[in-house]
T-cell receptor, first 114, second 114 residues
Framework: AQSVTQLDSQVPVFEEAPVELRCNYS??????LFWYVQYPNQGLQLLLK??????LVKGINGFEAEFNKSQTSFHLRKPSVHISDTAEYFC????????????FGGGTRLMVKP | DAGVIQSPRHEVTEMGQEVTLRCKPI?????LFWYRQTMMRGLELLIY????????DSGMPEDRFSAKMPNASFSTLKIQPSEPRDSAVYFC????????????FGPGTRLTVL
């Protein structure tokens, strides 16, 4: 079975600073990887996804993530954050042998300070 | 499209009462998922349907929980009797058929059981 670990439960950062949110997964088969964002009192929205091809994936709101198969990681980055990026971020994985289910990490709360 | 619609957005009930949460998936989507989100356990998949048929209900916590999908445009999650530990945000998500990997989430129902 696959699992997803988000190493940081909270990441405080100042506005306009760069940020990296870490995600590691465990799976013995090919994976599809996702980052979702959840703003307060809202549902989850897809930020970006890796299905195949280029390991550097660009998403909405200036976010990008890099798939690293050897390190089984899919870290999310943004070069300069805004106050409006304050939210909870979830990494998720789907494998070919897991049917149609996504397995989510525990989430990372990004807190952008002025 | 209005996206995934959930009702009610907030529900407060007393222990022992029956609770019914409702979901309308995006039109044309073949898959529907029910999730529960709590601080302690994060985001958990409860059950999912494909073409109105329940495929995997291994995440349903116990017999007090039941889910139905009588047609392609409507699903319910019922808790009877409800308990304080059922307090959580319940999300419904849908996605198109095979080949599409992204799930689209509703805004959630915040359930409080007193």
């Amino acid at each position: 079975a696959q699992s997803v670990t988000q190493l940081d439960s909270q990441v405080p950062v100042f506005e306009e600073a760069p940020v990296e949110l870490r995600c590691n997964y465990s799976s013995s088969v090919s994976v599809y990887l996702f980052w979702y964002v959840q703003y307060p009192n809202q549902g989850l929205q897809l930020l970006l996804k890796y299905l195949s091809g280029s390991t550097l994936v660009k998403g909405i709101n200036g976010f990008e993530a890099e798939f690293n198969k050897s390190q089984t990681s899919f870290h999310l980055r943004k070069p300069s954050v805004h106050i409006s990026d304050t939210a909870e971020y979830f990494c998720a994985v789907r494998t070919n042998n897991a049917g149609n289910m996504l397995t989510f990490g525990g989430g990372t709360r990004l807190m952008v300070k002025p | 499209d209005a996206g995934v619609i959930q009702s009610p957005r907030h529900e407060v009930t007393e222990m022992g009462q029956e609770v019914t949460l409702r979901c309308k998936p995006i039109s044309g989507h073949d898959y529907l998922f029910w999730y529960r989100q709590t601080m302690m356990r994060g985001l958990e998949l409860l059950i999912y349907f494909n073409n109105n048929v329940p495929i995997d209900d291994s995440g349903m916590p116990e017999d007090r929980f039941s889910a139905k999908m009588p047609n392609a445009s409507f699903s319910t999650l019922k808790i009877q009797p409800s308990e304080p530990r059922d307090s959580a945000v319940y999300f419904c998500a849908s996605r198109p058929g095979t080949g599409y990997n992204e799930q689209f989430f509703g805004p959630g129902t915040r359930l409080t059981v007193l």
